[in-house]
């Protein structure tokens, strides 16, 4: 629940009034039609959801959302093919956008400030039974065993798919760490790959992935009870990281293997991203929720 309300929130920051000098009523974006984007991870589609019901609760009329791939939304947005999204992953996607960005777009608000924790999980039992702490345990040749599902030598790690920021980040810390001998990402659809998981997982196999909260992965397989969050082996932040590195070592995670946990990627603020072209009001949050309740 806080999740959804903390997303709903986000329209406080985010009314995209196109030319209108002044809220008109109570439907301020009555006239206005917006054209929204959706990541193409399937957990990402829940905020994007409620703030198009929340933006046409306001008056717009949005559109379907067309499903984009990281460099096609921040390109698109920029060129105003598309209005916004809601699944912006900062610092992690800084990378990922245009030359000059500033010019055109803006990241407005936050569904979650610092709270998108990212790292590599692996089955409870496996971690106990093999003494798993960080990625360098991957270098036992009994653990890459344990984690080897189609025998080609190295375990096998259910990653993310070319487009996405972590596919970057998880090739990072494969060189950085020098894992490439050790584990081969699996990078096909992140969800078939975390299905093919959650079928070894129940039938007894170790599994090892990467993931992200807010989540259905750590809602399915739960940290502490079926699995643990494990350590990198050191924190070396990446360029696009090092404004951020002291959010790559976390406490309090539930299910971490140490507190505090180095998760090696930094707890992101997911963001909405939009064109300039609209402005920008900030709504007073009980006016807000008058137009939601109405």
Not at 32 to 37: I, N
Not at 63 to 81: R, T, W
Not at 159 to 167: I, Q, R
Not at 236 to 261: C, F, H, L, N
């Amino acid at each position: 629940m806080r999740f959804a309300r903390m997303t709903l929130m986000l329209v406080l920051a985010l009314s995209l009034l196109a030319a209108m000098p002044a809220m008109a009523g109570d439907k301020p974006g009555k006239g206005v039609t917006l054209k929204p984007a959706r990541a193409t991870w399937n957990t990402g589609f829940f905020q994007e959801a409620l703030v198009r019901r929340a933006l046409t609760e306001l008056g717009y009329e949005v559109k379907k959302p067309k499903d984009l791939a990281n460099p096609i939304f921040y390109k698109s947005v920029s060129l105003g093919d598309v209005d916004y999204w809601t699944n912006g992953w900062f610092p992690m996607h800084n990378a990922q956008m245009p030359k000059d960005w500033q010019k055109t777009v803006a990241k407005v608000g936050y569904v979650v400030k610092a709270g998108g924790l990212q790292g590599y999980l692996v089955s409870k039992k496996a971690a106990e039974e093999l003494s798993i702490k960080s990625l360098d345990d991957f270098k036992r040749p009994e653990v890459v065993a344990a984690f080897d599902a189609n025998g080609d030598g190295k375990a096998d790690l259910t990653a993310c798919p070319p487009g996405w920021g972590c596919e970057k980040a998880i090739r990072f810390h494969l060189d950085t760490y020098k894992l490439r001998k050790y584990i081969k990402p699996i990078k096909a659809s992140y969800a078939a790959g975390m299905a093919a998981a959650m079928g070894r997982y129940k039938n007894g196999k170790p599994i090892f992935f990467y993931t992200w909260t807010p989540n259905w992965t750590v809602y399915m397989l739960k940290p502490g009870k079926d699995v643990v969050w494990i350590n990198v082996p050191k924190i070396v932040p990446s360029e696009a990281q090092k404004d951020a590195v002291d959010r790559m070592t976390v406490s309090g995670i539930k299910g971490a293997v140490s507190d505090p946990v180095k998760l090696g990627f930094v707890a992101s603020d997911i963001r909405i991203v939009a064109n300039k072209k609209f402005r920008f009001i900030r709504l007073k949050r009980t006016e807000f929720d008058g137009w939601l309740l109405s």
